[in-house]
Nanobody
Framework: VQLVESGGGLAQPGGSLRLSCVAS????????MTWYRQAPGKERELVAT????????GYADCVKGRFTISRDNAQNTVYLQMNSLKPDDTAVYYC?????????WGQGTQVTVSS
């Protein structure tokens, strides 16, 4: 099982980044997918989630209207489009796959928002 994130990097405030997470080793379409993030000295927090089958989405209040989660089951990939980035969005972003008691994590990708 693998979850491989990419797309992180340095962005200016107000800028955009698009994160990708490619899954392998399990039936991607049957798993709920979630992006989490963890800033230095803070606990890991849920950013956005997308359900299996129906692709119903949910967002943390702090990213609503700025971030969009989506999935492509044919490509075994989940995305996080991040717009209007703020310095407070600086964190390591992790991809998570969950189905009942099964859970997998990616290694994370660093996002830094700074001028």
């Amino acid at each position: 099982v693998q979850l491989v994130e990419s797309g992180g990097g340095l962005a200016q405030p107000g800028g955009s980044l698009r994160l990708s997470c490619v899954a392998s080793g399990f039936t991607f379409s049957t798993y709920h997918m979630t992006w989490y993030r963890q800033a230095p000295g803070k606990e890991r927090e849920l950013v956005a989630t997308i359900s299996r089958f129906t692709s119903i989405t949910g967002y943390a209040d702090c990213v609503k209207g700025r971030f969009t989660i989506s999935r492509d089951n044919a490509q075994n990939t989940v995305y996080l489009q991040m717009n209007s980035l703020k310095p407070d969005d600086t964190a390591v972003y992790y991809c998570n796959a969950r189905l009942r008691n099964l859970e997998y994590w990616g290694q994370g990708t660093q996002v830094t928002v700074s001028s």
